[in-house]
């Protein structure tokens, strides 16, 4: 079972998008049967999923796209994503943020 999922949002962040998923790619193997990573894209104009399927590795994401305009906000897209999650524990981060895999470790040695 998983212990827990990151959650982000995406909006027309196509350079930042490709930097996370490499950085995903190098450190989060070890991880990746612990963790899922939920991407909302709030109606971008370069999708989000087409960039993960290319260059994502593993089978550990979901992308879950917004299809019409409905002036969501940072807040109601992060809502989507955690109302997506399928673990207890969420941690909920910028498209900018790289989790480093010292703090999975520490977020482990607190989840059940």
Known sequence: MKKFTIVTTYFNQKEWLERLIEYWNS???NFVNDIDII????????PAFPI????Y???NISV???TEDLKFNLCAARNV???????DNILMVDLDNLVCSD???EIFSFTV
Do not use: M
């Open 81 to 87: 994503g955690v109302y997506e999650t399928k673990t």
């Open 27 to 29: 450190y989060y193997s």
């Open 52 to 55: 993960v399927r290319k260059n």
């Open 64 to 66: 879950i796209r917004i």
């Open 57 to 59: 590795l593993y089978d």
């Open 39 to 46: 991407i909302v894209d709030d109606y971008s104009s370069s």
């Open 103 to 105: 703090l999975i470790d």
